[in-house]
């Protein structure tokens, strides 16, 4: 059964710092993409950031970038989002996704619970 278990959200304030992980088990996760998702209340699933299988080339939505990195520990079968200078505006629920294959122009495959971020100024 193939689950991704994210942790490390709460409650923070403006300025302040957040990382992020996300457990993927199930399956060998070393040759796949993964990303970063949020949710903020009323808003549609954005997408926050991603890795390729061997971690080069991130990507970042516009407004993480310079703030958030994404990283990942493939023996662990763990990606990592390190959150820095928090604002309001980043309130949500974060999601891990896995991709199909190994670059970020795969689709999506699998996703975690969620883990929620709350910042306030």
């Known amino acids: 059964q193939v689950e991704l278990v994210e942790s490390g959200g709460g409650p923070v304030q403006a300025g302040d710092s957040l990382r992020l992980s996300c457990v993927a088990s199930?399956?060998?996760?070393?040759?796949?993409?993964m990303g970063w998702f949020r949710r903020a209340p009323e808003k549609e699933r954005e997408f926050v950031a991603g890795i390729p299988w061997n971690g080069a080339n991130a990507r970042y939505a516009d407004s993480v970038k310079g703030r958030f990195i994404i990283s990942r520990d493939s023996a662990k079968n763990t990606v990592y989002l390190q959150m820095d200078s928090l604002k309001p505006e980043d309130t949500a629920v974060y999601y891990c996704?896995?991709?199909?294959?190994?670059?970020?122009?795969?689709?999506?495959?699998?996703w975690g619970q969620g883990t929620r971020v709350t910042v306030s100024s």
């Open positions: 199930g399956r060998d996760f070393r040759f796949r993409a």
């Open positions: 996704t896995s991709l199909l294959g190994p670059t970020l122009d795969s689709e999506n495959e699998f």
